[in-house]
Every structure is written in C-alpha cells, then in structure tokens.
C-alpha cells in the first residue's frame, strides 16, 4: 500500500519561549488536558504534537477536535503520524484498495472512523456497493477535521530542535521534502534500526518506549550520542499506557509556573506524565523482581501467547517468543488470526516501600498491577496492601 502523502517540512522560529513537545495521544483526550494542567501550559509556551492523534484510545474524534480548538487559542504545531495518514486515505483515498481500507477501519475498534460513522447515526458498517456514499458522506460532514489531517507537516525544524513521528532516515533531512510522509512516520524501532547521527536533538514517538527496554519503563530515552529523544508512552494503546510530556532545554524569556515540577532526564531535558489511574499508598513492602521463572517483558507487536492455565479469572501464560511465563486477567487476551495474543505487560515485581505512591491498573486475585513512576509491574500484596489517596 502506497500513501500520496508527501513530507512537508514546517520551519517556526520560536526563540524564547518554553518548549514542549508530546506524541501518541491515541483518543485520550484527558490524558492530554491532566498533562497540560501537569505542566502549566499557557499561551507563552510553544506545544508541539508529534502526531497518531487518533486510533487505539477511546475518543479520537473528541482529542482531534479539542487539538484543533487549542491550536487557535495558542502556539501548538501539530504533526502527523502513521495512524493520523490511515484515517485520512481511508476516507479520502482512491480506488478499490481504499475502500477495502474504510471497511477495515470501521472494524477496528476505537477508530476515528468508527467514531465518525457513529456519530452519524450508523451502527452497522455500509453494505456492497454503498462504501462509495459512504465515504462521500463523511468527506461532507467531516471536511474541517480532514482538511486538518491533510495539512499536517511531517517534520517540523525549529532552529533548535527537530520533530518527528516515527523517525528521520538520514541526518540530510531536508533531502526528505516531497517523499511520502509514510516514510518517516511508521518507522519502527528507530533507535535500533538506525545509528546515524542527526545535526540537532530530534524528538521522535511512534515505537513504545518499554519496546527498547527489558523493562516494562515508559521513561522518555535520550539518546545523546545520537541526538535523538523517544518519547511514546503507549498512551490508548498498552493498559499500563502514559503520555509524556518533553521539557526541551532553552533559554526562556518567561518563568515557567508548571503545577508540579517536571522529572529529570540526561542532558537537561525533562518531563511529566499523565494517566488516569487512581494513585494509592503502599503499605506493605515488596523486594523487586519477577513474580515466576525468568523475567518476561510483552512488548508491542510480539504478543503471541498459549494458555497454560485458567484460575479464578486470570490466565498463565507461556509468551511464544522467550518462552517467560505469566498470570493476566482474562481479558487482556484475545484471538487474531496467529493465535492468541496478550496485551503489553510483564511479570516483573517493582520494589516498594511503605509510603510509594503507586498508581493503580488492574487488581486481581494475583496482585495488583500498578506503575510507581512510570515504572509498571506487580504488587503482589494488591489491594490489601494499598491506602487510596
């Protein structure tokens, strides 16, 4: 499949200011005002929105609407991303693929398409031969929010810093003008396939951030030597996910008044996270490490898994890929044409201490599994062990 798409670079000078940048919102449109609260945003900043606005998350037509309502009333530059590009040529494309492409996005759950065609009164997907008044149906009703998919750049240059979705495959970037935008934002696991080295800090979502680890830690990764910065917190996408929000350090004409402060990150960066958890004091302590056999880290697109065992609602698992096992609730897995697969998760227990603020995932009859930080695993005391806060 082919994207018409073509890159297009956006140049803003924006000397001055605070500069901040988030990506991966998926349909969570308040994960994204928490995180903006978090931070204190206000109309001196510069926001930049390192695209995937919709798909995966719960409400993609309401974050699209409320990014392009809080694009007139401050500085924000919104980017696309690779799940932006498939609403836009599943609505918009041409020929027959492209209607093969809106049937599959009607199927996929939680897509902007879905959301669109509900919102127009439909429940059922359009019959043969009724795709093309479809199509043109939502081309009418939706043509603000598609002129504004259209007209994402891809790349973004502030003199400073560069943005991207996916990643830059050559430190020549500019070179990149007029190719499909395709091409730099579905690129997986950017920072192991390539090694080049970009003139300036490029800021880059797109491939989790617990893919790189052998940790389920959705900690923003500078990579200096490189000048790249990973910031895709598996928000809408992974039942542990976070949106982070990048703090890019510069020189700034206006205090910063952020409602808490920001977590350190190497060569001055630094960040916040949102989720929508409820937070909980520990009051049992746990030593750190992992709950049966070897450590087991599920990431993203390697999800593949047997059952070994069913108990009081959860499931032991056996990951076909590293052979760990695991327990996780029923509904975290589901069948695909390859088998079965399991959501992002891991076996690892995190080490606690009375009086740790842990945000709460998923009790069951195992534990708890929560994130202290934006560290995720398990706290095998569960709920008995946690004070609400």
Known sequence: MSYAHPIRIQRASVPGRRLLATSDLHG??????????????????????????????????RLLRDVMALCKTHTVIPLCGNNDLYTLDAVEGEGEEWEQTFLQELETPNSAVGDMWREQGFSEPPGPGEVDTARKLLQRAYARELEFLRNLPA??????????????????????EGQSAYSCTKVDA???????TLPKYCVVGHWPLAN???TADLTPIVAAERRVVSID??????????ANLLLLPRETAHPAAPLIPPDPLPQ??????????????????????????PLCNLHWGDQLVDVLAQEEGMLHLRHRTT???????EDWVWEVPEGLVCRVTT??????????????????????????????????????????V
């Open 190 to 196: 950017y920072l192991q396939r390539f090694s080049l």
């Open 347 to 388: 076996n690892a227990t995190l080490p606690v201490e009375p009086g740790d603020r842990l945000s709460l995932v998923c009790a069951t009859k195992k534990g708890a599994y929560v994130k202290k930080g934006s560290a995720c695993g398990w706290y095998l005391p569960g709920l008995a062990g946690l004070e609400p």
């Open 155 to 176: 790349i973004l240059d502030t003199g400073d810093y560069l943005f991207v979705h996916g990643g830059l495959t050559t430190a020549d970037y500019e070179s990149l």
């Open 268 to 293: 001055g960066f630094a960040f916040w996270h949102a989720d929508l958890f409820p937070v909980y004091t520990a009051q049992i302590p746990q030593l750190g490490g992992q709950t049966e056999g």
């Open 28 to 61: 969570e449109p308040q994960v994204f005002r928490a995180l903006l609260d978090k931070a204190g945003f206000c109309e001196d900043d510069v926001l930049v929105l390192a695209g995937d606005f919709v798909r995966h998350g719960p409400q993609s037509l």
């Open 233 to 242: 917190g598996g928000c809408g996408v992974q039942p542990h996910g976070q």
């Open 212 to 214: 790189y680890r052998d």
């Open 323 to 329: 052979g760990g096992l695991l327990w996780v609730p």
